[in-house]
């Protein structure tokens, strides 16, 4: 059996504590601190799926952050935002790529018979699960709110 990627993270927090790497410990300890939060509240355990969930909210926060520090030009804070969300992608699935993207986008409106901008809800409920923690799903919705109002 695989290694869950709740116990990789467990296991990873380990080794930075022993070679001292204090700002990767810090980035798993909030990782791993999220998962538990949502764990404690739905009183479950979190499976890999929903995990990848939890951290691919994580970057998005961090996305935002880093939009924030640089139009407020503070460098210093966005290369603290910058470092925990490489961090963070770390454990997320490899990233899609704009061309397989664009692809799963058309084939989602094909197959979901979308037409006008009221169905992209169809359209984001299909591609997300496909999408979690591997594409901004900002950008996606801005990818297909453009391909329906055409």
């Known amino acids: 059996m695989s290694e869950t990627l709740k116990s990789q993270l467990q ?40 995990i990848t969930a939890v951290l691919d909210k994580m970057t998005k926060q961090r996305r935002e952050s880093i939009t924030q520090f640089d139009k407020a030009g503070r460098d210093d804070l966005s290369a603290i935002e910058q470092s925990e969300l490489e961090i963070i992608q770390e454990y997320l699935p490899e990233a899609l790529s704009e061309a397989e993207i664009n692809d799963l986008v ?35 919705s801005q990818l297909i ?6």
Do not use: Y
């Open 11 to 50: 296991a990873d927090m380990k080794s930075s504590m022993k070679s001292g790497d204090k700002s990767r410990l810090g980035v798993i300890r909030l990782m791993l601190s999220a998962i538990k939060q949502v764990e404690v509240d739905e009183r479950i355990e979190l499976d890999d799926s929903r």
């Open 106 to 140: 058309e084939q989602s409106i094909a197959s979901t018979g979308a037409a006008s901008i009221k169905d992209m809800g169809k359209v984001m409920g299909m591609l997300k699960p496909q999408l979690q923690g591997r594409a901004d799903m900002g950008q996606v």
């Open 145 to 150: 709110k453009s391909r329906l109002s055409d």
